[in-house]
């Protein structure tokens, strides 16, 4: 089964990039990665999802390598309501969603 | 249109009762999963529903059971209570089984804490 690993935790200073990358290594051709974030006390929230192009919607932008071994999201602007636990999850044997332990991003005012 | 929406949102048991949690989908959608998320760590993957068949279970003892109906909505329930079971109790949905890279959709969870 693919796995994740992401960095433990990350700060980001407000209205700068936040660029969290992840390792998919074992990933196979045909499964997409997804990135979701959490809030405390919230259920996760999705942000995208890509197989193998970059792509962007009005939340982020996802980069997957050519190699699809690693991808980073990019939050172009960050703010303070940014701040949360982002997950890089690759779906594994059947609908199901393998989370690691994701990257706890902190946005420094 | 609204969300996952899981009830109750909060619950507390002693150890070696019965509970009995809720999921409806998002309307439309046809698939279920159910997630285990213990404080300090990322949901872990319970079940799996589509069309009221299971699709999928999780590394879980038998306690765990969980059925889907014909309006798509599902329960989750847990028998014999353990301490190690207070966690929240997360609901997912999707439009299909797999295909299209579908996203799940979470509800905000049901905070089960055993006393």
């Known amino acids: 089964d693919a796995k994740t690993t992401q960095p433990t935790s990350m700060d980001c200073a407000e209205g700068r990039a936040a660029n969290l990358p992840c390792n998919h290594s074992?990933?196979?051709?045909?499964?997409?990665v997804y990135w979701y974030r959490q809030i405390h006390s919230q259920g996760p929230q999705y942000i995208i999802h890509?197989?193998?192009n970059n792509e962007t919607n009005e939340m982020a932008s996802l980069i997957i390598t050519e190699d699809r071994k690693s991808s980073t999201l990019i939050l172009p602007h960050a703010t303070l309501r940014d701040t949360a636990v982002y997950y890089c999850?690759?779906?594994?044997?059947?609908?199901?969603?393998?989370f690691g332990t994701g990257t706890s991003l902190t946005v420094i005012p | 249109d609204a969300g996952v929406t899981q009830s109750p949102t909060h619950l507390i048991k002693t150890r070696g009762q019965q509970v009995t949690l809720r999921c409806s989908p998002i309307?439309?959608?046809?698939?279920v999963s159910w997630y285990q998320q213990v404080l300090g760590q990322g949901p872990q993957f319970i079940f799996q529903?589509?069309?009221?068949?299971?699709?999928g279970r999780g590394n879980f003892p038998d306690r765990f059971s969980a059925r889907q109906f014909p309006n798509y909505s599902s329960e989750l329930n847990v028998n014999a209570l353990l301490l190690g079971d207070s966690a929240l109790y997360l609901c997912?949905?999707?439009?299909?089984?797999?295909?299209?890279?579908?996203?799940?959709?979470f509800g905000d969870g049901t905070r089960l804490s055993i006393l």
């Open positions: 529903y589509y069309e009221k068949e299971e699709r």
């Open positions: 309307s439309g959608h046809k698939s």
């Open positions: 997912a949905s999707s439009l299909e089984l797999r295909g299209s890279g579908q996203p799940q959709h």
């Open positions: 074992t990933i196979s051709g045909n499964e997409y």
């Open positions: 890509g197989l193998k």
């Open positions: 999850i690759v779906r594994v044997a059947g609908n199901q969603f393998y």
